[in-house]
């Protein structure tokens, strides 16, 4: 996927991408500090919002094959069963129930298989989200920040589904950098509105020249095994 000359007004706020390539197959990070662009980015890219300049050439990609999770996810108003198969029931998808119950069990839901998806919690609310993005099979998958709401075993299990995930092309958006080191294979830090750099996590990271990068960092209080 390439992203060329990509610009966003919002407010007072704009967005200037010119040049952006995401290597497909591949764990992307967006990084930077709130307000900095990666969810406007992200909404860009899933085509919930429009460019007013630029082009996304999505290689072959469609719209049915993008999937993105938001920060305060959608629940359809019924029940936890129906806001999971929803994806496979407009890609006229038979759902494979015993999957169905596994990934519930797991994410310890299944009990609340038949509940109004809307009474859930904030946390199940984001873990259904979660499945319910990856149940269909996408081939890119956006991750706003769902990933800094959940902890202890769902967090687990959500980042080996990532891991374990092949064809399946992620961007995660985070302010959190060890989500961000523990999942992805390159890094795009965004400041004010543009990307001013990108590359492999260790560079970014670990190496990085860019005093602003440096300085989020250290504000972090960036410590990790490398």
Not at 116 to 122: E, G, K, M, Q, V
Not at 185 to 191: K, P
Request: proline share 4%.
């Amino acid at each position: 996927m390439k992203i060329i000359n990509l610009q966003k007004r919002l407010g007072a706020f704009n967005l200037d991408i010119e040049n952006l390539e995401l290597e497909s197959g591949c764990i992307h990070g967006f990084m930077g500090d709130n307000g900095s662009g990666k969810t406007t980015a992200a909404k860009l890219i899933a085509g919930i919002l429009k460019p007013d300049k630029g082009e996304i050439q999505y290689g072959g990609l469609t719209p049915r094959d993008i999937t993105m999770i938001l920060q305060k996810p959608y629940m359809l108003h019924t029940t936890v069963y129906e806001n999971l198969i929803y994806p496979l029931k407009i890609r006229r998808i038979k759902p494979d129930d015993t999957e169905i119950d596994n990934l519930l069990k797991e994410f310890e839901l299944f009990d609340k298989k038949r509940q109004y998806a809307r009474t859930l919690s904030s946390g199940e609310q984001q873990k259904l989200a979660f499945l319910r993005a990856v149940i269909f099979k996408p081939k890119l998958v956006i991750v706003d920040e769902t990933l800094s709401n959940l902890s202890g075993k769902s967090l687990e299990l959500s980042e080996d589904i990532i891991l374990k995930s092949k064809n399946i092309t992620w961007i995660i958006v985070s302010h959190q950098p060890n989500i961000i080191s523990n999942l992805c294979d390159n890094i795009h830090f965004f400041s004010n509105g543009r990307i001013i750099e990108s590359g492999k996590k260790e560079k970014v990271l670990f190496n990085s020249d860019d005093p602003t990068v440096k300085a989020y960092m250290k504000k972090q209080a960036f410590e990790i095994t490398r």
